[in-house]
């Protein structure tokens, strides 16, 4: 092999080993992590459906339900 060839496929060997590399992806620890909050605890937004009211649970499950049904293709129309 030519000094040029050897140096390629040592070139794609190390960039092969490079691309198997894994960042560790756990979340932070200690007093910055947050906890998660229920989703019918949503703040007052711009972008709040109609007829929901935040805070509300109920308000919440049934504006969900009728989200899916909307998107369900095999709903009969009311």
């Known amino acids: 092999m030519t000094r040029v060839a050897t140096a390629a496929c ?4 190390i ?10 992806q ?4 200690g007093p910055e992590k947050k ?4 989703g019918w605890q ?3 937004s ?8 935040p805070g509300d649970r109920t308000s919440w499950e049934a504006q969900l339900r009728n989200r ?3 998107q369900n293709d095999f709903a009969v129309p009311k």
């Open 26 to 29: 756990t979340t932070a620890s």
């Open 46 to 53: 711009a972008y709040l459906a109609p007829g929901y009211s």
């Open 10 to 13: 040592g070139l794609i060997m």
């Open 35 to 38: 906890a998660d909050a229920p």
């Open 68 to 70: 899916a049904q909307a």
């Open 15 to 24: 960039l092969g080993i490079a691309a198997c590399g894994e960042r560790v």
């Open 42 to 44: 949503a703040g007052s």
